[in-house]
Structure formats: structure tokens, C-alpha cells
């Protein structure tokens, strides 16, 4: 196993000071776009404290509507305009900073839509293909999409969650169920199990074998600084 990289989504809501705090303790930020959460000023804040902290840089793009995990999605040519856009505008306010960014992660509805329907694949492959570029990609996990991006010549960084619940199929459990967010403790302790095992232990108290890159905690999870601290101590313990 190589090293393993944490990730965090930020440059939404939260306050300029959580920031900082959460920069401290992971290795790649996804910022927001400034479409499903935050704003250009935000976006902006967030690539410069992401520049001092040195870690890698990631763009989030999502939808604007419903906090970017709504059911109403746009059809695949709104897709590409809405790439096109989102991340031109992230690349230009990247420059600005002196910012170097380094992949693409899609936020809610987008990250899942990429996963079962086939016409947003393709439609995503063929961005991250286009142009000059050459950005990596933050997938799921035991999806669809990263064999397909692997197939296609991409960088795939397979993404596991540290801080969500799984179900015996590989999905995540949904927000609106029990079990679909892990406090620090309980999160800790799965993937302490993760690290010996390769097994990620699932909702109904079974496990699935689970090859990931990276591990993402959301800035909005409970105690996500200690999750954050407690994954760097246990991946500095392995080493």
C-alpha cells in the first residue's frame, strides 16, 4: 500500500478561521468552486491559506442548487458548460494566487452521477482530457468511474470516506439514513481496521475489500479535527 493521502472539502461555509485549523491537518484540499456552497471571495481566501499551508489543491465543482445534492441534475451538455465554467473560473483565481492546481473532485450529486449513468462518464472523461491540463481525479472508491478514467490515461486517486457510513454494495449510505455520518471515535477505530485488513466494515456489520488512495473528511463532519489528527497519527504509526 502507498501512501495514503487525506482530504478535506473546504471553501464552503465555513468560517476563514475553521480553515486554516483544517489546512493544518491533511494533505489535499478540495475547494469549492463557489457554486454549491461559498463564494469567488471565499474560493479565493481558501487557495491562498491552502498555498501557505503547502498542500495539494483540488478543484470541487457541484451544482448550485440544493447545496449540490439535489436529484435534479443537468443533462450531459449542461455538464460540460458547467465544468468548463466552474473550473476556468477556479483555474483563473488559481493563477491569481499562485496556486498549482492538481485534480478534480466533483461535489454530491455530480461525484454519484458519473458513477451509474454512462453519458456523464463520458462526458466528464472528455474534459478531463481536454485542453492542456492534465489534471489527476479524486473517484470513488470501488466505483465505475476510476477504471474507466485509469482506462483512459488519467492520474485516479480511488477516494474512500473516512467519516460515512458504507452499505454492503459499496455505496455510501445516504445522509438521510441512520448510520451515514461515523463520529471521530467510530470512524477511527473502522479504519484502524481498514489499515490491517483491506476490509471496510459496512452498516449491516459485514465488510467489503476496499482499495483507496485517499480518505476525504468532510469540514462539516462532528470532530472533524480530531478525525483529521487521529488519521495522521495512524497513518505516522504505520510508516
Known amino acids: 500500500m502507498g501512501r495514503i493521502l487525506i482530504n478535506c472539502d473546504l471553501g464552503e461555509n465555513e468560517t476563514d478561521e475553521r480553515t486554516e485549523e483544517l489546512l493544518g491537518l491533511l494533505d489535499a484540499a478540495n475547494v469549492c468552486c463557489g457554486a454549491h456552497a461559498g463564494s469567488e471571495a471565499k474560493t479565493r481566501r481558501t487557495l491562498e491559506a491552502a498555498v501557505k499551508h503547502n498542500v495539494v ?128 471515535e467510530s470512524a477511527l477505530a473502522r479504519f484502524k481496521r481498514w489499515q490491517g485488513s483491506g476490509l471496510m466494515d459496512t452498516v449491516d456489520g459485514g465488510a467489503i475489500t476496499l482499495q483507496a488512495d485517499t480518505f476525504c473528511v468532510h469540514s462539516d463532519s462532528p470532530d472533524a479535527e480530531a478525525l483529521l489528527a487521529g488519521l495522521k497519527n495512524l497513518l505516522i504509526s504505520s510508516t
Request: without cysteine; charged residues 20%.
Open 57 to 184: 489543491i483540488g478543484a470541487h465543482p457541484g451544482l448550485a442548487m440544493e447545496g449540490g445534492r439535489g436529484e435534479r441534475l443537468p443533462d450531459p451538455q449542461g455538464f460540460r458548460a458547467l465544468l468548463d465554467e466552474q473550473i476556468g473560473n477556479f483555474a483563473m483565481a488559481a493563477e491569481q494566487v499562485a496556486a498549482q492546481l492538481a485534480y478534480v473532485k466533483l461535489h454530491g450529486s455530480l461525484y454519484h452521477a458519473v458513477e451509474m449513468d454512462e453519458s456523464y462518464a463520458r462526458t466528464y472523461l472528455g474534459f478531463l482530457q481536454s485542453g492542456d491540463a492534465n489534471l489527476e481525479v479524486f473517484s470513488l472508491a470501488g466505483g465505475t468511474f476510476a477504471s474507466k478514467a485509469e482506462a483512459a490515461g488519467l492520474k485516479v486517486w480511488r477516494e474512500a470516506f473516512a467519516d460515512r457510513g458504507y452499505r454492503s454494495d459499496g455505496s455510501l449510505v445516504p445522509r438521510t439514513k441512520p448510520g451515514a455520518v461515523l463520529d471521530a
